[in-house]
């Protein structure tokens, strides 16, 4: 296909490109680059651990020598650059090896999450013109295999499915590595690298196009503010494919440094503090829900956690009362973490006062990253009030891949991006997520758009209509609550048999509704639209948890 790679999405003007590269942000690496400098500087460093299969600890030699040889295979195979393939890998050291092949010929990841199922996976697959899908065999008792055959029926452009483990019908990838005689072009470093999953707000996720240049900054500026360098040892506890564990500072923050990276197969803190324990770990990342539950687990834990260093914890707010007892718990430093995929990364600082590292969310990475908040007009608001953040700097995408009609709404006409977070600046600069504005549910740091699972319960011939909306939940920050108003004389459903549909409909298993209610009619807002904010403050069956969950999310009008 070799698409010109920004054909696809718009890029930074060309004075923002200038002024990023003469401040030396954009320094023209590419990730092939990366781990060639690495492994001819530490070859035999360990860059990979995978604990699984008898431990398996990979070197930058060894990483970099695996990448090409698998690079080759791709390429002989007829993957090349600018084609995209979709990767559903879990926490496996094969992750790693596929991306650097990947780059390395300069074909595009596309980080499909281990919980995506057919709908997700179908979608990826045909909305990027994947010529070819990566997974494993099974993972978490589901057969990955079924769904890419189910997937490949229906795709035709799918030319290649690459297994990890035994292959049924399909490719092992343990067979493509050969020899690599062929010079690879590869990619440039303002060229995308791969491309990311939006939270979404829509019925389908958007794809987030990053480039080296872009990411590679991001990644440079995290590890100077964690502390990350060749001595860290850095446990990837959430998914590897999200943005948070990748390079907050993640495992391409912790390769850049020369660290070593080692893979936690399950996020529970009996297999994770077993790990800290035997490979020293030194640093990871967790969402609130997973912090909470370590937080408490650490109390009677029989493992030695005295490695760890520091635990950033993101992706979800993170209450204060959880967060000023991590510290005294797992015996590290705490630091927040208020990222997006699109880009903008914000850190509390190693240096900040115990107070701003509990009560806040941190402040931008780079001196570079523009913040705006501004009311619902546009107008910037006074300093210290909340409004909607919109920013742009030199590692937030200017728009999303093949979307120009959503991309003239999620961006203002000068390049910022609205986030659809509300948020505070304090007098010390830093940022406090008070709440969102988009039709989003963050429930415990996955992301679900309404919308989508509205379509699918709205395609059950007993449903009239349905709206999606969060409630407040103690332990995740937020569940999904699905009301429904079923049709006239249509059969009496339960809400087991609601969340079924959705199941069935092979979605990922977090975006089945957590709470089904039957009701006769959505509260109405003046113009005759659903107000979902009626709806969090309003009926009774979602418990006594169900206070609204979000005080600033704006009524979405939809039908
Ligand atoms: C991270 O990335 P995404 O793309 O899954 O989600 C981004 C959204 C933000 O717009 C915000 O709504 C929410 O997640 N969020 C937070 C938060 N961190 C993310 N809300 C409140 N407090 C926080 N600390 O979630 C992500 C990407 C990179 C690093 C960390 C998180």
Redesign the pocket.
């Known amino acids: 296909m070799n698409a010109a790679p920004h054909d696809d999405a718009p890029t930074w003007p060309a004075g923002f490109a200038e002024r990023y590269r003469a401040a030396g942000h954009w320094r023209g690496e590419t990730f092939t680059g990366v781990l060639r400098a690495r492994a001819a500087a530490h070859g035999d460093r360990v860059a990979v651990v995978d604990p699984a299969d008898g431990r398996r600890a990979w070197t930058y030699g060894e990483l970099d020598r695996r990448a090409a040889r698998l690079a080759a295979g791709f390429a002989t195979r007829g993957i090349a650059r600018g084609d995209r393939v979709v990767v559903q890998l879990p926490n496996v050291a094969e992750f790693i090896e596929v991306v650097f092949a990947l780059f390395r010929i300069g074909a595009l990841p596309v980080f499909a999450l281990p919980a995506h199922r057919e709908t997700e996976i179908g979608y990826f697959c045909s909305f990027t013109e994947a010529v070819a899908y990566v997974i494993p065999d099974r993972h978490a008792g589901f057969d990955h295999r079924e769904l890419a055959t189910a997937v490949r029926a229906r795709t035709p452009g799918l030319k290649h499915v690459f297994v990890v483990g035994d292959p049924g019908e399909h490719t092992p990838l343990s067979g493509v590595p050969c020899e690599d005689s062929v010079p690879l072009a590869g990619p440039e470093p303002h060229d995308l690298a791969f491309l990311q999953l939006?939270?979404g707000t829509t019925g389908v996720p958007k794809l987030i196009p990053r480039t080296h240049d872009d990411y590679i900054y991001s990644l440079r500026g995290s590890d100077e503010i964690c502390g990350v360098d060749e001595d860290t040892r850095f446990l990837v506890v959430l998914p590897a494919a999200?943005?948070?564990p990748m390079?907050?500072p993640g495992w391409l923050g912790t390769l850049y440094a020369g660290g070593t990276v080692v893979l936690c197969p399950r996020p529970d803190p009996a297999t994770a503090f077993a790990l800290v324990e035997q490979e020293r770990v030194t640093m990871t990342g967790l969402v609130p829900p997973l912090a909470l539950v370590w937080t408490e687990a650490a109390a009677d834990t029989g493992h030695d956690l005295s490695s760890l260093e520091l635990v950033l914890v993101?992706?979800?707010?993170?209450s204060e009362a959880a967060a000023r007892r991590l510290e005294p718990a797992l015996g590290c430093r705490l630091m927040?973490?208020?990222?997006?995929?699109?880009g903008l990364?914000n850190y509390t600082r190693l240096d900040d006062d115990p107070e701003t590292v509990v009560t806040t969310?941190g402040r931008p990475i780079s001196e570079d990253d523009e913040i705006r908040i501004v009311d619902d007009a546009g107008q910037d608001v006074a300093e210290g009030e909340f409004g909607h953040l919109l920013t742009r700097g030199p590692y937030t995408i200017r728009g999303y891949w093949r979307a120009p009609g959503h991309n003239r709404t999620a961006f203002t006409e000068d390049g910022f991006y609205r986030?659809?977070?509300i948020v505070r600046r304090t007098s010390n600069g830093s940022l406090v997520?008070e709440g969102?504005a988009k039709d989003?549910i963050?429930r415990g740091?996955e992301?679900v758009a309404p919308e989508e699972i509205e379509n699918i319960i709205l395609a059950h011939p007993s449903v009239h209509d349905v709206s999606v909306v969060g409630v407040a939940d103690a332990f995740l920050g937020e569940r999904t609550l699905a009301y429904v108003i079923l049709r006239d004389g249509a059969e009496p459903l339960t809400p087991v048999a609601v969340k079924r549909h959705v199941r069935e409909r092979g979605v990922a298993a977090y975006k089945v509704p957590d709470l089904v209610e039957f009701v006769d009619a959505f509260p109405r807002t003046g113009i005759g639209k659903v107000s979902k904010k009626g709806l969090r403050t309003g009926p009774s069956a979602a418990g006594p948890a169900a206070t609204p969950a979000d005080p600033h999310r704006a009524r979405t009008p939809r039908h």
Request: hydrophobic letters at 25%.
């Open positions: 939006s939270g999200h943005n948070f390079s907050s993101g992706g979800a707010k993170y927040q973490v208020f990222g997006m995929a699109e990364v969310q986030t659809g977070d997520v969102r989003q963050n740091g992301k």
